[in-house]
């Protein structure tokens, strides 16, 4: 269909579009029409994807003097491969000559887009690069040339090369719609590298889709997104846990291991410069003249050089000479190794330690004699070193690049981070794991570019709640920022609320309540109750893996276990990602015969995260618990202490917040459509109280009945059973008179018509 929301013409790829649909468009426009940030709640199941590329598309087609790319982010490939097949379908609804004209495509990394043969059967990510590295490699090509029997080259990265070289990559990709697997099938067809293909036209394509990381991690986002305008609009879907993908991006962890492998990595290095020295020491020469001049040759490395960039530094840096003092490749070397010394003395400690980056960067210099501007060097160092020695594989050299990592971080920030030296687990004491973690604990740190550059950035998920954090969290002014609800003709969601067993006897993880036995039956007679009088899938979410596995023993040893298996099979999320995929595939088989089943999983887990129990693989999700992040967590305490006296956020307000986003986020998985329908029931008498309570969305709350907010499990299971049999009725899906829930054509033009007269 086509319609006109103010002024602008938009094409959406369906005959009907749901009110909700229509606002958020409206919001969206305003946002790209005042050329700000905009962050944008929308409840699961309604369409948001379809929303956000119809409006960005049809926005960019109504302005070609002012074209706008949309580069669109997800987390995972699952949901890249959805925005694509809605991309697909809108480019198809498009008029003819603006769909000849536009180029859509995903982006991944070589591990999901590589057709070598022999370098895409690696079975780590780490190891295709680097299998990659060994055919593509400036200096391997080199040798080829010389010798081409003994050097094995890549064919389809040649080719791309050659088609590079002619300036006729665009030939290889009309426009259209590429997939991972389109992309795969075309290297296959046309012999040539996908991965490569995919990264030039990246610069070309109207509309991009990848992963966060290549915009936020800095490593990444230097060398795949540096070639992004200004003009771009981009879109961070599903965005709810993104001030933790910003930390996690700046973080960094050092074990007793890491240092073992990095002096192994040293060694290695050391023999290779031997070696060059005896056969080759022009080329150590040559570095050392140009690490004079700065590191700014980076830009002109061939596209199968390139590594990973620095995790921090500015460009205005980079264009400054290294110090001196680590020019010479011996002199680096003896740097390093001197870091790794000192490192290795700081492990040894008896007692948890917690240092700013100052002091510690202070103590790196009185005791190793290695100043700020030395460790900022590091990475960029070792990266224009190990290009220097020709080394390809680069996955056996992770530990030091870690190092260096850490080295460039410390030595470039001084706030937003803190240093926690622990020397074992609180929660196994008995164990000694030595850990030095750099944490960082502001996530503007890592996006604030992404703001700085780009006119308007979209910031939208299911679970946003309390959306005014997030501003204050990321450190931005957004120019739309709204929440919306869910339009229905039928209430298809009934959260509940259980504080007590049928017994009265209140339920709750709580630290000093969650291993009450009689807490414990109450939890498993509540999931026997349902099983028996809910069809289909259910599924259940625990706090943590530990308290999964503790309380799934206890209910087998009580017998409640064999109980629930004779009404439904279980399945359960495991840490081990085939385990899980194994188990998820025969938990909808079990769903798909009419057997039912019920699948035990994690908050903040992948299933949490990624995959979604619509229809009948989910009519009810119950969350045991409070999903709150582990308190005594030095990492955790030193963040809230910086979110406190940064942003004037109290921890209890943070740690509500965190809690209550993951819950939303459990329950949500299970409605993922209008015609869909299912139960939440929040097991745990916290979630009774007013403050933690409204810290659910919008469209959640709107559901909750007072009714509702203070159950037991008989009277749970008596709401249960009036709501599946009220669902079990037709229904009229479009709606009627003032509550229409999808809105036609006709319905947009009489709905501005009446705009208009008012």
Known sequence: MKFDLEGLTVHFPYAAIYPEQHAYMGELKRALDARGHALLEMP???????????????????????????????????????????LRLLFAHLPAAASRSLLALGLSSRKNLCVHPQASAAAARDSVDTACRRLTASWVRDKAASDPDSTPLCDFFESFDRAAAAGDLASYMPPGVYTLADLRALGRDRRICPYFLARQMVKY???????????????????????????????????????????EALSVSIRKQTLEGAERNLRRISQEIDRFKATDANRLRAEYNRLVDGLAQRGNLPISDAWLANPALPEDILKEAVPGNIRRAEHFLAVLRRLVRFLDGRLETENVEN??????????????????????????RLHSLMLTLEITDTDEFMHIQTICDFATLIGTYTRGFSIIIEPYDERMPDIRDP??????????LAIQPVFERFQTVVITSGTLSP????????????????????????????PMVLT????????????????????????????LEMASAVPDGIVCFFVSYSYMDGIVNSWNEMG??????????????TPDVVETTLALDNYRKACDCGRGAIFFSVARGKVAEGIDFDRHYGRLVIMFGVPFQYTLSRILLARLEYLRETFQIKEGDFLTFDALRQAAQCVGRVIRSKAD???????????????????????????????????????????AREFLRRMAQPYDKTGSGGNKTLLTEEDLQNMAQDAMEM
């Open 677 to 719: 329908y299912g139960m939440m029931i929040f097991a745990d008498k916290r979630y009774s109280r007013h403050d933690k309570r409204s810290k659910l969305p919008g469209w959640i709350l709107s559901h909750l009945h007072d009714a509702h907010l203070n159950l037991s499990t008989d009277m749970a299971l008596h709401i």
């Open 435 to 444: 850990v030095i973690q750099l944490s960082c604990h502001d996530a503007s």
């Open 44 to 86: 699961t199941g309604t369409g948001k994807t379809a929303a956000l590329i119809s409006l960005i598309t049809s926005y960019s087609l109504a302005n070609p003097s002012r074209p706008l790319r949309l580069i669109y982010c997800t987390r995972t490939v699952h949901e890249m491969e959805k925005t694509l097949a809605e």
């Open 500 to 527: 007590r067993g049928s017994d009265q006897l209140p339920v709750s993880t709580k630290f000093d309540m969650r291993s009450d036995p009689g807490v414990v039956r109450n939890y498993g007679r509540l999931l």
């Open 205 to 247: 394509a109207n509309v991009v889709v990848y992963s966060y990381q290549y915009l936020i991690d800095p490593k990444v986002a230097s060398i795949v997104s540096r070639e992004m305008q200004k003009e771009c609009v981009v879109v961070f879907d599903e965005a709810h846990n993104i001030d933790n993908v910003c930390i």
């Open 467 to 494: 959306i005014d954090l997030y501003p204050r969290l990321l450190n931005f002014n957004p120019v739309i920022s709204r929440s919306f609800t869910m339009s229905l003709t039928r209430d298809c969601i009934c």
């Open 560 to 573: 409640i276990l064999q109980d629930i298996m004779q009404h439904k099979l279980v399945f359960i999320e």
């Open 355 to 380: 240092e700013m980056p100052v002091a510690f960067v202070a103590s790196i210099h009185s005791q190793a004699g290695i100043d700020q501007k030395m460790l900022r060097f590091c990475y960029d």
